[in-house]
């Protein structure tokens, strides 16, 4: 199969759209990574969505809706779920919640609770609106690898597995979003992001992950993760430089004898960190070297959600 990247213009969302009626996925930009979608409504559209990416069917995808009013045609969401939906969306918070039955059983990979969220870029925003249904979306990677943050690392990672990349240019935030399983009146977070731990706690007591024993299918220990061993470090004395690659979240002074550094930010801004990781973690990853070190980021507010991203992509197994 040829994989065309398309400018996002008019004729481009009206054949994104047509490919996605014809059960095909297409990738799409969205505010934090890239995402191949499908008709969430569509089990077979959904299986290639698994096919292209190799993914196991164990680990289930979030639906992204059109607009609001799909909100309860998909799931049965709380008064809190409403107040976050309201709050948040269109933006980059997924929530968990109960399912209802039209979600096919690929989709939540058999479980009673559905993903769901909404995109705020107004490219897969137009996307979802032509095609008139809601688009069950992973991020646009083989599975187990760096999330695409721009159309050519989606061509790079699915390059004749599928037929359209829609070009969007670089994701703002960089990282997924962030997923908070609403239950309860309380919020559980299974992946923090860029909605962070301290603004859901406006909202409603935020539990511990242990609270339920749930399957938490994306929690597996090792993602995200370049070819080269990744290794987290919180300075940089006494560490092998020779064939390393360093992955710096701010400027640093001592850095000779580094085969290669990537500073994700000269101002050390967070939101920048985030929105520059992926990338760089795949420029590291290309030189080929033996080894890449990453700087160990304080574990606050959006840096919690990078140091998620950092430890899986450190986790070898
Ligand atoms: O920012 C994002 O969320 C991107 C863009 C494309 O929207 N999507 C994304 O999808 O990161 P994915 O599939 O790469 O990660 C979604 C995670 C998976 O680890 C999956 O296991 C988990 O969400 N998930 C999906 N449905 C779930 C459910 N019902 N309960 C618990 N976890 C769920
Ligand atoms: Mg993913």
Not at 49 to 62: G, H, N, T, Y
Not at 128 to 139: F, G, I, R, V, W
Not at 158 to 180: K, N, W
Request: charged share 20%.
């Amino acid at each position: 199969m040829k994989t065309e990247i398309l400018s996002p213009d008019a004729s481009a969302i009206d054949r994104a759209a047509r490919a996605l009626a014809a059960g095909e996925p297409v990738a799409l930009p969205t505010e934090t990574v890239y995402g191949l979608a499908a008709n969430a409504l569509d089990p077979l559209a959904c299986a290639r969505i698994f096919e292209a990416k190799d993914r196991p069917l164990s680990d289930p995808l979030i639906v992204h809706l059109p607009s609001v009013d799909w909100l309860e045609r998909i799931a049965t969401p709380d008064d809190l779920a409403l107040r976050l939906a309201e709050k948040f969306w269109p933006g980059p918070l997924t929530m968990v919640l109960p399912r209802r039955a039209v979600v096919p059983d690929l989709v939540t990979a058999g479980q009673g609770t559905v993903a769901v969220r909404m995109s705020a870029h107004p490219v897969f925003r137009a996307v979802a609106e032509a095609a008139a249904t809601p688009l069950a979306a992973p991020s646009a990677n083989r599975f187990g690898r760096i999330s695409p943050t721009r159309a050519e690392h989606v061509l790079a990672e699915l390059d004749g597995r599928i037929g359209i990349i829609v070009d969007g240019g670089p994701c703002a935030h960089g990282i997924e979003s962030a997923i908070a399983l609403v239950a309860d009146g309380g919020i559980e977070i299974l992946r923090h992001g860029p909605i962070t731990a301290g603004e859901l706690a406006e909202f409603a007591t935020i539990r511990s992950a242990a609270h339920r024993g749930i399957a938490t299918p994306g929690s597996l220990k090792s993602h995200y993760a370049p070819l080269t061993p990744l290794d987290l470090v919180g300075g940089l004395s006494g560490a092998i430089r020779e064939n390393t690659g360093l992955l710096a979240w701010h400027p640093v002074s001592d850095v000779a004898g580094f085969a290669a550094i990537e500073v994700l930010s000269l101002a050390g801004d967070l939101r920048e960190v985030a929105a520059n990781l992926y990338a760089g973690m795949r420029r590291l990853d290309e030189r080929g070297l033996a080894r890449i070190l990453a700087l160990s980021i304080p574990e606050e507010g959006l840096g919690a959600a990078i140091m998620e991203r950092l430890k899986k992509a450190a986790t070898r197994e």
